[in-house]
Structures are given as structure tokens and as C-alpha cells.
């Protein structure tokens, strides 16, 4: 019999159970989702179940918590549509598109064939084919609002890789629904009677689009008469939304399509403060108590106990599909568009399954396309998946280059050209530093427009003058100093670049230096070594930096050459060769030969073999031998250099100079 005692306790341990476990997910930086299935599976047959969890959730309780459940999904499920947004695709459709059909087809097409190979042990013959085409759908899912939290909680909805993921996570988010709402009409065609209810979708889809949307979008002028969101606005809301539920679910379609697609059918123009009203009210009830209790339920039906060692097989089988299927169609169709690490992120990101994949899971288990074993492990898959995002993009996309991509975001938004930055450290007597400025011209030439700045800080003088300051005589010196490092800055202007002086006395030319050399954000530093802070320097920015060594023949027009096939070393490398007209010479062999051979075919006059005596040397830092002439400091978080992009910057003609 029905205790409402009961009921109202379990209540209450749901809601603690939920809110303290997705909590604790949230303070280790994982979305509450997470937290809140966990404690589904704690309460469950798979911890606590033979000792309280029976006596709580027995049999008699689970269908009035299912029912609560599914009145959470419909609400989640509607929010879902109402936050599909094309503005998310909008000027980014053609990449979004291909980035979405990679992230989708590829896990389907392995769920797919790993559902053949395991239908056998998990549904009878009559269901082989929904079962066949609900694993693909639930491998290529991808969860949208936590995807949404994650990319927002970093900031990166302003970037290029946060914008695409969104965009792509949006047309997964209808193509995965489509998919199911197949597979759902397939597997209730095969339940006899009122197989021809499916038939209705069709319609149903064209009745909502084509007369409820535009009756829908009275609500509108009717808000902006209220001012405000009525009890009865939000109560026409409801009954439609309901009643849309009621309908699909009547037509075998599942009553989670109805409220998806009622959502989607909600007015937007002019109607962003009426939705975000409706979602203000909608989340006091859903997110506090009925959307956790659905994630409750969800893992009480997950039971680990019963696992053997042939569920842990398939369990990997699910894990290698699943990640490996998404981030490799992820990562493939993005690198067609983008470079290598941004192309990684938005994989990393698209791998998250969260709450998408609960709610299909859900529906898998009701409509009897899933068992409850297999349930079980694609739920732990789920949860691993989502698990993973955070730690795994911090790895591929740290939190510095999230930062530096904003700000480039912010320039660009702004209309600020945002310049090359080359910062070169002047050491001594400037008028003797000639060659520097340019060798620091030269690789300024690798991404135009480039500004050139050039710091000289210098001791005040001792032994002042005890009469008078001794002004006259610092002012004349730094007045010499200038006119020197203006020599310089001609030299860099003569190479179509802007140059920029600093020159002062310092207290503390190393610390100082090395504050200059942060603040300046450069992309690109040049220095002596053993300059004052040079340690400091290296330490304080996280772009490349190249180190000339005090033998550095910089006026020789010799070959230039490169040690151990450091990447960066050899970017330097092909930098100089290419702008003076000058052979590059890569020494070593394997990947040093394979790299001589893809620059040969761009027209690169480029060789093997050993290094000539007569040759400017370059070598990588992380060398454990350096012991060239120039050493490149790695950008740190660096992405792969594309070398075809780089030949042809570099054999644009030099633009004239600038005064």
C-alpha cells in the first residue's frame, strides 16, 4: 500500500543526498550532475540497497519518485528547447555543421557495430534493430547544458573554440534527438497495439511548427501589455506544454520529444525577457527539487553489485567506443578547419554526455530497449565521460591561453589591430647592437604586421657631482642613448615594421627589465644572454625566446642551421634562411629527415647532413647538448607549427617602410 509517510522521507533523503553530493562534485570542479547521479547509485542496490535503501525505495516508492522524475524531465526537456538558439550557428553554420557530423557519425556508426556484437546477450531478436540504433544515438550524444556550464564558468563563450563548441553542440543536440525519436517510434511500432499512433509524429511536428508557433507568439504583446509574466500567461505555458507531452507520450513517441519540441516552438523575437521570466520561475521548482530527483531515480535503477567480469569487458568495449569514437570524429572534422590544440579542445568538449545521455538512457530503459545491466554501464559511462571534461581541458586548453584568447577577442571586437609583439632587450653601448635589431627585424617578419620594442635600461651613473645634482651630465647621456637606439628603430622601420624605444635609468635594471618584459605581453623576445634578468625574464613570459650567445656570427650570410630538429629552433631557423635568401640545413636524421622532406616540398632550399663551420646555428633549449649560436625558448602551451602557412608569410613581399 502507498505510504505517504514514506514518500515524504524519501523526499527529503533525495533532496539532502542530491544537494550535498552535487556540492561536493562542484568544490572538485565537476558539474552537480555528476554528484547527484552518484548519490542515486549510493542509495541504490549498488551500496546501501540491502542494508536501508529497499526498506526506502522498495518497490511501492519507485513509481510515485518516477512520477516526480518524469514531471522534472518534462520541464528540463522544454528548457532545453527553448534554449535552442540559431544565434548559436549564426556566421559559424558551414564549420559548426562539419564539426557536428564528425562528432556525430563516427561514435554512431561504432555504436553501431559494437551493438551488433553484443544484442545477442542484452535484447531478443525482435529488437535487435531499435537496440542497434539506439546505441549509436546515445554514443554520439553530447550534453549541451553542461557543455554550456562548463565553457561559461571559464569565460569561454567569448573564444573561437567556446563559440564552435556551443554552435556544434547545438546541431548535435537535434540530430541526437532526431535519432532517438526513430528509434523510439521503431521499438513502439513493434509493441502491437497502436503501432499506427507513431504515424502521427509527421503531423504532430507540422501542427506545432505551423499553427502553434505563431498562435504562441501572441504571448509576447500580451506580456509587454502585463508588463510582467501573469499567472495566467505562465499557466497557458504549462497546459501547452503539458498537453504536448501527453501527446507524443500518446503517440509512443515519449513524452520527452513533446516538451523538447514545445520549446523549440516558443516565440523568440522580441521575447528574450518573456523566456527568460518563464525560465526563472521553471528552475525555483525543476533545479530544487524535480530535476534532481530525476538524476536520484536514475541511478537507483544502476546496479554495480551484479556486474562480473564479462560486464567489465563490455564496459571497456563502451568506454574505448564512446571516448574514442567522439573525440577522434571530433577531433578529425575540426582539424580540417582549425589549428591542432583548438581542434583537441572542442573534442575534449564535445565528449561531455551528462545529462543528455541520462535522459536517453532513461528512455532506453523505459521502452525496454536497454536492460538493466547494460544500463548500468552506460550510465558509468556517462558519468566518466562528463568526469573527464574538466581535467582533461585544463590539460589541452590551460587557463593562460583561455586569457590570452580572450583578449585577443576583446581587440578584435574593439577594431584594434592587434600587432606582433617583439620584444628585444638592447644591452651595453646600443650603437653597437645593430646586428640585433636586426636579426630581430627578420623574425618580426613571420606574422605581419609586427611592432619592434626595444628596451634599454641602464644604471644610473656613480660619482655624482656633490655640488648639484649631476642632471646635466645624465641627461646628456641618455640624450646620447636615444639617439643611439633611434639608429636601431630605423633599422626595424626600414623592414616594414613599427618600432618602439624605452629607454630609462634604473635602480634595478634586472628587476625592472624583467617587469617590462611581463607587462609588454610580447609574442616573441630577443636577448643576450647574461643580460641583467635574464633569468627572470625567461621565467616571467610564456612566449618563445631567443637567446643570442655571445659568438653568434649575426653579420654572416652563411647557411643557417639547426641542431636535435627542435621544432621552435627550427621555426627560427626557416625564419632567417627564407628572409636572407639563405640554404637551411636540419641535422640529424628520423624526424629531422622527415621534416627536411616536407619542407623541401614547399620549395624550401633545405638540407640534411652535418652542420658548416660557416653556419649560424640554431638549437632548442630543451636540448640537453645546446650549443648553438641562437637558443629558442619554446612558447610554452605552443601549438604545432604550420609550416605551409609559415613559407608563404614569409615570401609575401616586404612592405614598405613605416616611418
Known sequence: MFQVDLLLLDLVIVLVAARLLGAAARRLGQPPVVGEIVAGILLGPTLLGPLVGDRLFGPGMLPPLQALADVGLVLFMFVVGLELDQKLVRGKGRIAVVIALGSTLLPFVLGCALALGIAGDHVDGSKTLPFVLFMGAAMAATAFPVLARVITDRGM??????????????????????????????????????????????????????????????????????????????????????????????????????????????????????????????????????????????GLNVDLRSLDLSSLGTLAAILVVAIGGKLVGSYVAARTQLPGRQALAI???????????????????????????????????????????????????????????????????????????????????PAEQVPLAELAAVLARSAPPAKVILAHLRPY??????????????????????????????????????????????????????????????????????????????????????????????????????????????????ILALAGGRPLVVEGGGRASALVRRLDGLGVEVGGGPVPEDALTVAGESARDAAGHLLVRAERDADPVDWSALVSALREPVPPARS
Open 157 to 298: 563563450q567569448r573564444v573561437t573554440v567556446g563559440g564552435l563548441s556551443l554552435a556544434s553542440a547545438a546541431v548535435i543536440d537535434v540530430l541526437a534527438w532526431t535519432a532517438l525519436a526513430v528509434v523510439v517510434g521503431l521499438a513502439s511500432a513493434d509493441g502491437g497495439e497502436g503501432q499506427w499512433k507513431v504515424a502521427l509524429a509527421l503531423p504532430y511536428g507540422l501542427v506545432m511548427f505551423l499553427v502553434v508557433r505563431p498562435l504562441l507568439a501572441r504571448l509576447v504583446p500580451a506580456w509587454q501589455r502585463a508588463g510582467r509574466l501573469t499567472p495566467g500567461l505562465l499557466s497557458v505555458v504549462l497546459i501547452g506544454l503539458l498537453a504536448s507531452s501527453w501527446a507524443t507520450e500518446w503517440m509512443h513517441v515519449h513524452f520527452i520529444f513533446g516538451a523538447f519540441v514545445f520549446g523549440a516552438v516558443m516565440p523568440r523575437e522580441g521575447a528574450e525577457r518573456l523566456n527568460h521570466e518563464i525560465l526563472e520561475r521553471l528552475e525555483q521548482l525543476a533545479v530544487l527539487l524535480l530535476l534532481p530527483m530525476f538524476f536520484v531515480v536514475a
Open 347 to 429: 573534442a575534449t568538449l564535445l565528449n561531455t554526455r551528462g545529462l543528455t545521455e541520462i535522459v536517453i538512457l532513461s528512455v532506453g530503459l523505459q521502452k525496454g530497449v536497454l536492460d538493466n545491466e547494460l544500463y548500468s554501464l552506460m550510465v558509468v559511462m556517462a558519468l566518466l565521460t562528463t568526469a573527464m571534461t574538466g581535467p582533461v581541458l585544463r590539460r589541452v586548453y590551460p587557463e593562460r591561453r583561455v586569457a590570452r584568447d580572450i583578449a585577443q577577442a576583446e581587440r578584435e571586437a574593439l577594431g584594434v589591430s592587434a600587432a606582433h609583439r617583439v620584444l628585444v632587450v638592447v644591452p651595453g653601448s
Open 461 to 574: 651613473p656613480g660619482g655624482r657631482l656633490e655640488l648639484g645634482g649631476g642632471l646635466s651630465s645624465e641627461l646628456a647621456e641618455l640624450a646620447e642613448t636615444l639617439h643611439d637606439l633611434e639608429v636601431l628603430a630605423e633599422v626595424v622601420r626600414a623592414h616594414g615594421h613599427e618600432a618602439r624605444v624605452v629607454s630609462r635609468f634604473s635602480a634595478s635594471v634586472g628587476t625592472e627589465l624583467a617587469e617590462l618584459a611581463v607587462g609588454a605581453s610580447p609574442d616573441l623576445v630577443v636577448l643576450p644572454e647574461g643580460v641583467p634578468g635574464y633569468a627572470e625574464i625567461r621565467d616571467g613570459v610564456t612566449c618563445p625566446v631567443v637567446t643570442v650567445t655571445s659568438a653568434a656570427p649575426l653579420t654572416s650570410r652563411g647557411p643557417v642551421a639547426v641542431q636535435q630538429a627542435d621544432e621552435a629552433a627550427v621555426r627560427v631557423a626557416l
